[in-house]
């Protein structure tokens, strides 16, 4: 059960087209929210076309990123699942013939190896999972990010709030350095 946490839009349409759940559709669509922050020329209705179009590579992008965060695998499987997603989709994109299409996957991908950290897993103490998605992400491993780049952004995304914080060193002294934040209107929870 979402509780509210999935917005109505294009990315819904990977639960039949991809089938994925809901929880993992919004993976895509807070890692698409973030590179549209970043600048991407892409609007979202058009990403979300691209992963409508490409479902095989959208429901690897979401296993990858779950996998790389599981808390219960072990390193042996996480690495093997890892790679076996990497594999199928690097065979995927291969096929991909629009340039546009390719660079969004691509990006999306980019973003996705590029989080070091995440809540996904996390519940809140109702046993819910938390009302929104945030990742800490390595800014040197995304080529399309403006230069120049912090040391690490953490990404926070829901339905109703969107922000980056920059951090420009390991430790944050004193307070927010960088913080952009856009606050949408409530939409309605399904």
């Not at 509210?4 to 990977?14: S, T, Y």
């Not at 922050?37 to 590579?57: C, D, H, K, W």
């Not at 790679?83 to 691509?106: G, H, M, N, Q, Y």
């Amino acid at each position: 059960m979402h509780h509210g946490q999935a917005e109505r839009d294009g990315f819904n349409r990977l639960i039949l087209a991809a089938g994925l759940d809901w929880k993992q559709a919004l993976i895509l669509r807070a890692v698409c929210r973030y590179l549209l922050q970043t600048g991407i020329p892409f609007s979202q209705r058009y990403m979300e076309a691209v992963l409508a179009r490409n479902p095989s590579i959208a429901a690897r992008l979401a296993w990858t990123f779950e996998s790389r965060f599981d808390p219960d695998l072990k390193p042996a499987t996480r690495a093997a699942q890892v790679r076996a997603f990497a594999e199928d989709i690097d065979d995927a994109l291969d096929k991909v013939t629009s340039p546009d299409d390719d660079r969004i996957l691509r990006s999306l991908r980019a973003v996705i190896m590029a989080t070091l950290r995440t809540n996904y897993f996390q519940r809140s103490a109702d046993g819910l999972q938390k009302p929104y998605l945030s990742f800490k992400l390595d800014p040197k491993l995304l080529p399309e990010l403006p230069k120049p780049r912090p040391m690490y952004e953490i990404w926070v995304y829901s339905p109703r709030v969107e922000g980056v914080h920059l951090r420009m060193g390991k430790v944050a002294r004193g307070g927010l350095r960088l913080s952009l934040i856009h606050i949408s209107e409530p939409t309605r929870p399904y």
